[in-house]
């Protein structure tokens, strides 16, 4: 049986006075490429940053029998700072360490290997001196990803990370996460608008509009919805 990573237990979430999560329970368990999908507005963003601790519950507990909190790797939707941060490629990638420094003031060697590791597996490493802001959008994406896994070797959160980008590079980073979760042994949870796109990788889906739609397999899904949202 999979490991337990992240319980919600009768989540409520609030946005803007009005009720974005609704009594949400379900379990992330180990080796999930978990699909959160579900239109504008239905509380996709909120959950996930509720899971994070970036947003407080109304009511409900979250709990992590199987991972760090702080040790939860993050790929936030990308906005026009992010696309003109001005540092290398390395230094992105090594950013992804800062809640793991404590009280040191410098990144230690194997922080540093790790970085590297990462960036040679998203075939980024030739990148490292380059400035961030210079990059295409493909490969932000790929540098981000490569210091969100800097964060964690258990799971990582994305959320919809290929907005904006073309079907090539979509297909690309949607095969890579894919790679990271059946053969690197990442937990995967994504929130995405279209599932027809990502449904071959993932293993469980999770539909909401405030409250549960459907949670369950992909493939009971697919039986269910064709694939589509």
Same mark, same amino acid.
């Given at each position: 049986?999979?490991?337990?990573?992240?319980?919600?237990?009768?989540?409520?979430?609030?946005?803007? =006075?009005? &009720?974005?999560?609704?009594?949400?329970? %379900?379990?992330i368990n180990q080796g999930d490429f978990?699909?959160? @999908?579900?239109? =504008?507005?239905? #509380?996709?963003?909120? &959950?996930?940053?509720?899971?994070?601790?970036?947003? +407080?519950?109304?009511?409900?507990?979250?709990?992590?029998?199987?991972?760090?909190?702080?040790?939860?790797?993050? /790929?936030?939707?990308?906005?026009?700072?992010?696309?003109?941060?001005? @540092?290398?490629?390395?230094?992105?990638?090594? +950013? #992804?360490?800062?809640?793991?420094?404590?009280?040191? %003031?410098?990144?230690?060697?194997? %922080?540093? =290997?790790?970085?590297?590791? =990462?960036?040679?597996?998203?075939?980024?490493?030739?990148? +490292?001196?380059?400035?961030?802001?210079? &990059?295409?959008?493909?490969?932000?994406?790929?540098?981000?990803?490569?210091? @969100? &896994?800097?964060?964690?070797e258990t799971i990582l959160f994305l959320?919809?990370?290929?907005?904006?980008?073309?079907?090539?590079?979509?297909?690309?980073?949607?095969? /890579?996460?894919?790679?990271?979760?059946?053969?690197?042994?990442?937990?995967?949870?994504?929130?995405?608008?279209?599932?027809?796109?990502?449904?071959?990788?993932?293993?469980?889906? /999770?539909?909401?509009?405030?409250?549960?739609?459907?949670?369950?397999?992909?493939?009971?899904?697919?039986?269910?919805?064709?694939?589509?949202?």
């Amino acid at each position: 049986m999979s490991k337990s990573l992240i319980e919600c237990h009768n989540v409520s979430m609030m946005y803007q =006075n009005g &009720l974005a999560v609704d009594d949400v329970s %379900f379990t992330i368990n180990q080796g999930d490429f978990l699909v959160i @999908a579900g239109e =504008n507005g239905s #509380g996709k963003t909120t &959950l996930m940053k509720g899971i994070l601790g970036l947003k +407080s519950l109304y009511s409900g507990q979250i709990k992590y029998p199987g991972v760090t909190p702080n040790k939860i790797g993050y /790929l936030p939707q990308v906005i026009e700072i992010q696309k003109d941060f001005p @540092a290398s490629v390395f230094e992105v990638v090594m +950013s #992804g360490f800062v809640n793991q420094l404590n009280n040191r %003031f410098f990144y230690p060697k194997d %922080f540093k =290997n790790k970085a590297i590791k =990462n960036m040679k597996l998203l075939e980024i490493e030739h990148l +490292s001196n380059t400035s961030f802001k210079d &990059l295409s959008g493909g490969q932000r994406q790929r540098v981000l990803l490569a210091r @969100a &896994l800097c964060a964690t070797e258990t799971i990582l959160f994305l959320d919809e990370p290929v907005a904006s980008l073309d079907v090539n590079i979509t297909k690309s980073l949607f095969e /890579l996460l894919g790679e990271l979760n059946r053969h690197h042994g990442i937990t995967i949870v994504m929130i995405t608008h279209d599932v027809s796109d990502i449904i071959k990788q993932s293993t469980k889906v /999770l539909r909401m509009n405030t409250q549960i739609d459907f949670y369950g397999s992909s493939e009971d899904y697919r039986s269910q919805f064709g694939g589509l949202d």
